[in-house]
């Protein structure tokens, strides 16, 4: 094993036995960032979120991540600006191929555009891009592209109907302590 990959295996241990459960959003962001996030300014990241592979996770500005979240960055997440992940919001970019005699693994990044919002429960699965100011409903199952500014929920996710906003918000919020 490489230098490298033990400082990934490092920084992944550190950051979700530990890190994570700080009640601080300065050491959590810090940690991530030292171990190779690149996240803007302005955005929040609750405790007990979970990440793989931090160095393959990219978070625009002014986001607010909830409690509890799950990052599976094996594939490579993006989030756009003001985004917004509920609590216990899973991003899975990995899965295994069904038909593989070994359990072969397969990883596909999963894209999030600026001013989406993905509710509590929520699951979206890799290689989903969900749209700008795109809306996914509690407890949904996302396997589908969102297109910009549908509302999808339901397990799968289907669209039930179409924002209308200017988008003009910011999405940061940070609550101190959490």
Known sequence: ???????????????????????????????????????????????GTTVFDIDKLVIGRD????????FDARGGITLGDNVVLASDTQLITG??????????????????????????RSTVVSGVTIGRGGVVGACSLVREDVPPMAVVAGVPARQRGERASALTYSAAFRRLFY
């Not at 530990?18 to 996030?37: K, M, N």
């Not at 986001?63 to 509890?68: L, Q, V």
Request: contains cysteine.
């Open 1 to 47: 094993m490489s230098l490298a990959q033990k400082w990934d295996q490092l920084g992944v241990a550190a950051y979700n036995i530990v890190l994570t459960f700080i009640p601080s959003h300065t050491v959590r962001l810090g940690a991530l960032r030292l171990w190779g996030a690149k996240i803007g300014s302005g955005t929040s990241i609750s405790r």
């Open 63 to 70: 986001c607010s991540i909830g409690f509890r979240c799950l």
């Open 95 to 120: 899965s295994h191929v069904i038909d593989s005699d070994d359990f072969a693994a397969e990883f596909k990044p999963i894209t999030i555009d600026s001013f989406a919002w993905v509710a509590s």
